[in-house]
């Protein structure tokens, strides 16, 4: 396999651009240094984002959730993440330490296109802006404060090839490992299990926020 591959591999740009062409003037014109206005209402119907960092020990992309509107615009160029309660890990908060670039990706159920914003990234914990975020008593632990420096929708052609809004198409989890199964295995027994399937969806309730 290595082989085949490394006969074939593209390792400039030239050889790229003779293969793909130039992007049309519409992929370029949507870029924007701000949140347009327009970008903005699309932020506030995401209820799903993927948060992509880079630091010292590699990439990270998070998935991060809560009801629609959760990334508040707070002006044009500023963008404010609560950091919600999740596994402790701190992947991508390590990460923006160390190299404040990030991406985000925001999913809209029912909407084929995708929005795009890169910026650089600070972790804020002053106590006034964590307040703006309490949810049923709880508040982040942080908030993630990005300033925005390209944003852009992305065309709905994955969502539509992948079908990913067709309730038809949706699995069920039981026809995949579970959780308890899967740690269970890559860790030869020692976490997971029955158990701990048993006891994840009270676990769950109650560390949501």
Not at 54 to 76: C, H, N, T
Request: proline content about 8%.
């Amino acid at each position: 396999m290595d082989a085949i591959v490394n006969d074939h591999l593209i390792r400039d740009e030239a050889t790229l651009e003779a293969l793909y062409g130039t992007p049309s003037a519409g992929a370029i014109a949507k870029e924007v240094d701000h949140v347009h206005p327009h970008y903005a209402s699309m932020i506030a119907a995401s209820p799903f984002m993927v948060l992509a960092t880079s630091g010292p020990g590699g990439l990270d992309a998070s998935p991060r959730g809560d009801g629609p509107g959760f990334v508040v615009v707070e002006d044009p160029r500023t963008l404010l993440i609560p950091d919600r309660r999740g596994n402790n890990r701190a992947d991508s908060l390590r990460n923006i330490i160390h190299d404040p670039r990030v991406a985000l990706l925001f999913l809209i159920p029912g909407c084929g296109e995708t929005l795009r914003v890169n910026g650089r990234a600070s972790i804020c914990t002053t106590p006034d802006l964590l307040a703006r975020f309490e949810f049923r008593g709880t508040l982040p632990r942080s908030v993630i404060v990005v300033r925005v420096e390209r944003v852009y929708f992305q065309c709905p052609k994955a969502i539509v090839r992948s079908d990913l809004w067709n309730p038809a198409k949706h699995i069920e989890r039981k026809s995949l490992p579970s959780t308890g199964t899967i740690l269970a295995d890559v860790t030869a027994g020692r976490v997971g299990g029955e158990q701990y399937d048993r006891e994840y969806p009270e676990r769950l309730r109650t560390t949501l926020y």
